[in-house]
């Protein structure tokens, strides 16, 4: 059964769809909702590690999701900001080590080559998961 959600958010329209179908989820079922953001970080093998968002980047689309799911009438919402090399073993991981019993999560509409050469952290998130990944477009 769901009771705690996480909805990992990059600030795009496509991740902005799965807040809104993961704060309809929260409502229905009066479960937990946190809103994740994954900052990648880059570098640090010879020089210093460079997270792809500053904090304040962090912190204001956190900001704004949290504002987001509050005015979709969501009580029960929390943020988490993870820093990882790579965004779906991240979401995976954290999910796991932390109880959740659902991802929400939105995906883009790469196709062909774009998808082949970018992947999909949709697509890694579902087929890694230990629960319930519901993926809106």
Known sequence: MTSKILCPID????????LHLATEVAQAIGGHLTICVVNIAHGGVRGPTINHWTKEDVAKLMEDAEAKAKADGVKDVGTVEL???EAAPAIVT???QN???HIVMGTGDKK?????????VAAEVVSQAHCTVTVAR
């Open 94 to 96: 954290y999910a796991d």
């Open 11 to 18: 600030g795009s329209d496509h991740a902005t769809v799965g």
């Open 83 to 85: 820093v990882s090399r």
């Open 99 to 101: 109880g959740y019993t």
């Open 112 to 120: 062909g080559l774009k998808r082949l050469v970018l992947g999909s």
